[in-house]
């Protein structure tokens, strides 16, 4: 049996697949999503729908979990210096503790309980994503952009290992895994035509590792939004060798197209 592999692209946009021939991304179905139901596009959000078929209703990246009494407060922070190691300041000044939103947050069920399956870092499922959100640099200026790259890119590299032990287990029907770097360095680089150009270009030569990889397995690349300026935009993409679409899809019609499979 063939298995179901699906690649999250954080952030990239259906038109600068495009406009930078990112040719590896592009597979036998290749087209934008529709994700005009949200109006705010939030990637946990998205993906939360996306992995349901069902419109999640997350009202931001995370929750803020009020820091009351000490101990308490004294757990936290262990949990936050265990995540960002570095973020001392941050943590000395915290009043609120950010939870990423997880599944025990979504309303339905999702692909995962649908097969044997293995997620890796999926937002808005996964507990932990360990990426360093790009406001941690902007805001509160923890760390330089050097450590801040090298800790994305070691993420990548942890995240593609996950994917190749995942796929050498037996039985395994289904994996999904997320990666964050094309939304977080789009942030981060805002306006930079040149960086955004090489960040399209890498992400066509991982696509191309994928598609070596995983030459005979059902195949899906997506995004949960575009980026452009530093904004979320309705751009998101979906690049497939064995789903179709008789129209543009919505995020959330690809639940049903997957289980069916
Ligand atoms: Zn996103």
């Not at 994700?35 to 995370?62: E, V, Y």
């Not at 959100?133 to 890119?153: A, G, Q, R």
């Not at 395994?172 to 094309?182: A, D, G, P, S, Y």
């Amino acid at each position: 049996m063939r298995k179901i592999i699906i690649i999250g692209f954080d952030g990239l946009s259906y038109s600068k697949i495009i406009k930078y021939n990112c040719k590896e991304l592009t597979l036998k179905e290749f087209g934008q999503i529709n994700i005009n139901d949200f109006s705010k596009l939030i990637t946990p959000t998205i993906w939360g729908s996306f992995i349901t078929g069902k419109q999640q209703k997350f009202p931001s990246l995370t929750k803020m979990i009020p820091i009351k009494g000490k101990e308490k407060k004294d757990r936290i922070l262990k949990i936050v210096q265990k995540i960002y190691p570095q973020t001392i300041d941050l943590r000395n000044r915290a009043t609120a503790y950010p939870k990423l939103y997880d599944k025990e947050d979504l309303e339905g069920e999702t692909i995962f309980d649908k097969f044997k399956s293995i997620s890796i870092k999926v937002p808005g499922y996964d507990e932990l994503q360990c990426t360093i959100p790009p406001y941690v640099i902007t805001n509160f200026k923890c760390f330089s952009e050097e450590y801040y790259l090298d800790e994305v890119n070691k993420n990548i590299w942890w995240r593609l290992k996950k994917l190749k032990e995942a796929n050498k287990l037996k039985n395994i029907e289904l994996i999904m895994v997320h990666f964050h770097k094309w939304d977080l360095l789009q942030h981060l680089y805002f306006n930079n035509k040149k960086k955004e150009a090489e960040l399209y270009k890498e992400a066509n030569a991982i696509a191309k590792k994928l598609n070596n990889m995983f030459q005979h397995e059902k195949l899906l690349f997506l995004s949960d939004h575009g980026l452009d300026k530093g904004i979320h935009t309705y751009d998101a993409f979906y690049s497939s060798n064995f789903i179709s679409f008789k129209k543009q899809p919505k995020i959330t019609d690809f639940y049903k197209k997957i289980i069916n499979t």
